[in-house]
């Protein structure tokens, strides 16, 4: 890399020929000079055009600055400043890193040798010597600089390959002469001259000066002003070339007058003579804070400034819904320029919170949901991973999370959906079919399990006999096999969860007379449980319109009926849904036990906190003697028929019952409720979240999870059968008609989050 110090020249020139851009000082015509001087023909050297004064003495003659009449070249200021160059005049110049390929060098001092006309040429070499054996003053840690305003003394070569404005390696400059009309005496004069090397400017660096923060990947201007030794203010009295650099090497300098800092960036900047100020254009990325400096080209400590710098945007990448209790996964805080970029950054915290109070949000600052909860949480930003948070909500609510980092602040909205879902539809007078809509579609059918329960007045089993499936997201599809009957009211309910829930939904007519075998897609487990309906055919409810299904470990299904018989769902027979639950953390246990004629109850050792029970009957078995339920105590499930009236007990009955325990921190509440009349209320015992909540009775099979006991042999389904609503803070039971006594085991499951 070629260093040339500013040496003193022979008067080959004179004050006039600075400046001139050619390879050698001999001009041929106006085109081997810059666009500020024009060859003189009368002695073949580049010269400043003028249209009147000319600086330093010269006379303006023909258009060009001439030396006058006594040859003598004239005197610079002693400023320094460049001929034809006011030195009261602040000006910089941006340096490429490009090597010049010759240079005109001039005194320090600004002196021009006497004007005889000489020309040479410059050239880099390793040993630094001049052409006649005279030693150069050896140059280190210069960049490269070159300087292209009119009039400007040239300076020292840099160049970078840090990209921080500091010189890797500098070689030594050596110059050799080719004289064009001179005499040995300034051959002489000019390797005297060259032995000599400049001295520093008296303003010895030029310190940043940054106002206010600045913006990441803006293009802002920097201010720097010469300072002597001492950091205090100063003037340059000769050209001052600085390199500028930023401690993080993610900054960019360019030059003042590139407002929009699209051109190639600088890594140096030429100040002229006279100035006590000088601007330049730069673009930080790295917040809070980075380092910027300058440095003296011919050497000395460099001058720094720390400037606030902060991003122009928060980048958040979160969801924006999840449901209740479900663990956001990385919520992402990216920090970015003005163009949109993520930028670099030191420790710079990010604050994560909520904007409601009391929040029913809990903020984690990790990625899972993992640590301490709270209402705020601070995370360090990192460069490729962002600040990294966490959120889970307490109830189904809108709640807006604020994110703040380095002075910039921003919301970002996130619903949290109920687990629990619930609405009523109705299967209308004359109609086999009712598709119910989810109010909002779940996110996973496998995920969710669907729970009903119906009330009717029509006894007949095509009509009264319904079943239900969740067809889809959106969509529970509800079917009886009749299409004459009265009208029929379906309460329904879906639980959804995130994880720890698989959910088989299936469908199957009867198979054979002995019991349908249905097969799962995949195995079941101790924590599965199966939900159950039946629809079919008939005028008059008899032993066909009773099944037990049960659930076989760990693949297998089978369903039957008290007769047996199967009639093919195409012929108005037997058509079931299921569905196969298997809840993480919960436990099950089933079996199946015949209940004697004329035994109202009957207990099996098993442990759990709700119960399901289904049924069959042979020969013609009254609402009264087969509706059944299973109620758990202890270490103790009981089985309950006739609601405790042994008169209408005529027949045995197998009951196919689970007990199941839910996870730990799942709560269950048990109502034994009992009355008369179509329609009862509770209270429940506290406030409970309905977006949390489901309930079911322990009698499944004919029209849902809605059955129960009921006393009086005239009794029918629909005494036996309900609807079961629960609001904020009461349960409502109600049934299609009311002729008997009725029971029901309700249960009241609270899933927290």
Same mark, same amino acid.
């Given at each position: ?11 080959a ?29 009368a ?17 303006c ?8 009449? +006594?040859? #003598?070249? &004239?005197? %610079? /200021? $002693? *400023? ?5 160059? !006011?030195?009261? =005049? @602040?000006?910089?110049t941006?340096t ?14 600004g002196?021009?040798?006497? +004007?005889? #006309?000489? &020309?040479? %040429? /410059? $050239? *880099?070499?390793?040993?630094g010597?001049? !052409?006649?054996? =005279? @030693? ?27 990209g921080?404005?500091? /010189? $890797? *390696? ?5 110059? !050799? ?23 520093p ?21 920097l ?7 001492n950091d ?7 050209v ?21 800092c699209?051109a ?60 209740v ?23 710079v ?16 600052s ?12 601070q ?7 962002g600040?990294?948070f ?27 959906d ?42 007949t ?15 529970i599809?509800?079917?009886r096999?009749g ?22 939904h ?5 198979t054979?007379?002995?019991?349908t075998?249905?097969?799962l ?23 066909d319109?009773f099944?037990t ?18 009639i ?10 299921l ?51 299973a ?20 027949a ?10 839910f996870p ?6 048990a ?19 309905p977006g ?39 349960l ?22």
């Open positions: 890399m070629r260093v040339i110090p500013h040496v003193v020249l022979a008067a020139l004179g004050a006039a020929g600075t400046g001139c851009h050619t390879a050698a000082f001999v001009c041929g015509s106006d085109a081997d000079c810059d666009q500020v001087h024009g060859c003189d023909p002695d073949r050297v580049c010269r400043r055009r003028c249209t009147g004064a000319c600086a330093g003495g010269l006379t003659e023909d258009g060009l600055c001439r030396p006058g009449s +006594a040859g #003598a070249a &004239s005197s %610079s /200021s $002693s *400023s320094g400043v460049a001929p034809g160059t !006011s030195g009261a =005049t @602040s000006l910089a941006v490429s890193s490009a090597p010049a390929t010759s240079t005109v060098l001039t005194s320090s001092t002196t021009s040798a006497p +004007a005889a #006309a000489s &020309s040479f %040429s /410059s $050239s *880099s070499s390793s040993e010597r001049s !052409s006649s054996g =005279t @030693s150069l003053p050896t140059a280190t840690s210069q960049p490269e600089v070159s300087s292209s305003a009119p009039g400007a003394t040239s300076g020292p070569d840099v160049s970078s390959s840090s921080r404005g500091r /010189s $890797s *390696s500098f070689g030594r400059a050596s110059a !050799s002469f080719t004289p064009a009309r001179s005499s040995s005496a300034v051959l002489a004069s000019s390797a005297a001259a060259l032995s000599s090397s400049a001295a400017p008296a303003a010895v660096n030029a310190l940043p000066d940054p106002v206010g923060a600045y913006v990441a990947g803006s293009c802002n201007r201010r720097l002003v010469m300072v002597d030794a205090t203010p100063a003037t340059t009295n000769a001052l070339s600085l390199n500028l650099f930023t401690y993080d090497a993610l900054g960019q300098f360019f030059a003042d007058s590139d407002t929009t699209s190639p960036p600088i890594a140096a900047l030429d100040v002229l003579a006279g100035a006590v100020e000088a601007h330049v254009r730069v673009v930080l990325r790295t917040v809070p804070s980075t380092t910027l400096g300058a440095m003296n080209a011919f050497g000395g400590p460099a001058r720094t400034a720390t400037v606030s710098v902060i991003p122009s945007a928060l980048q958040v990448t979160a969801p924006t819904s999840l449901l209790g479900e663990c956001s996964g990385a919520i992402r805080v990216h920090l970015l320029d003005n163009a949109g970029q993520r930028v670099a950054a030191g420790s915290t990010v604050t994560l919170d909520v904007t409601e109070a009391p929040s029913q949000v809990e903020l984690f990790s990625a899972n949901c993992t640590g301490y909860p709270s209402s705020t949480a995370a360090l930003w990192n460069t490729t991973n600040a990294v966490s959120a889970r909500g307490l109830r189904d609510h809108a709640e807006n999370l604020r994110i703040s980092a380095a002075g910039l602040e921003q919301l970002h909205a996130l619903t949290f109920a687990r629990v879902q619930r609405g009523t539809c109705f299967l209308l007078a004359n109609s086999g079919a009712v598709d119910c809509p989810v109010y909002r579609a779940v996110r996973d059918v496998n995920r969710t399990m669907m729970l009903f329960s119906s009330r009717f007045t029509d006894n089993p095509r009509n009264s006999a319904i079943t239900c499936q969740l067809a889809n997201t959106s969509t599809a509800c079917r096999a299409t004459d009957g009265a009208i029929a009211v379906i309460s329904w309910q879906v639980f959804e969860s995130a994880t720890g829930l698989s959910v088989q299936l469908t199957s007519g009867c054979s007379d002995t019991g075998f249905i097969t897609p995949t195995p079941a487990t101790a924590s599965s449980f199966l939900l159950f309906s039946a629809r079919g055919g008939g005028g008059t409810i008899n032993d319109d099944r299904a049960e659930l076989q470990l760990p693949s297998t299904v089978i369903v039957r009926n008290g007769r047996p018989a199967c093919p769902v195409s012929s108005g027979g037997e058509d079931y849904a569905q196969v639950v298997t809840w993480t953390g919960a436990s099950v246990v089933s079996g199946t036990l015949q209940v004697p004629i004329n035994a109202g109850s009957m207990g099996v050792a098993a442990t759990g906190s709700a119960a399901l029970a289904t049924w069959r009957a042979s020969g013609s078995p009254t609402a009264c003697a087969a509706f059944t339920e109620e758990p105590a202890g270490n103790l499930v009981t089985l309950l028929r006739g609601n405790s009236d042994t008169g209408c007990a005529t045995a009955v197998d009951t196919t019952w689970q007990a199941l325990s730990a921190a799942v709560t269950v509440t109502f034994g409720l009992q009355f008369s009349g179509t329609s009862a209320t509770w209270p429940l015992n506290s406030n409970v979240d949390s909540t489901f309930v079911f009775a322990s009698g499944q099979g004919y029209s849902g999870q809605g059955g129960g006991t009921v006393a009086g042999i005239t009794s029918v389904a629909s005494d036996a059968v309900a609807t079961l609503d629960v609001s904020l803070s009461t409502t039971v109600t049934r299609g008609t009311g002729t008997g006594a009725v029971r029901f085991l309700v249960q009241v499951v609270c899933v927290p989050p």
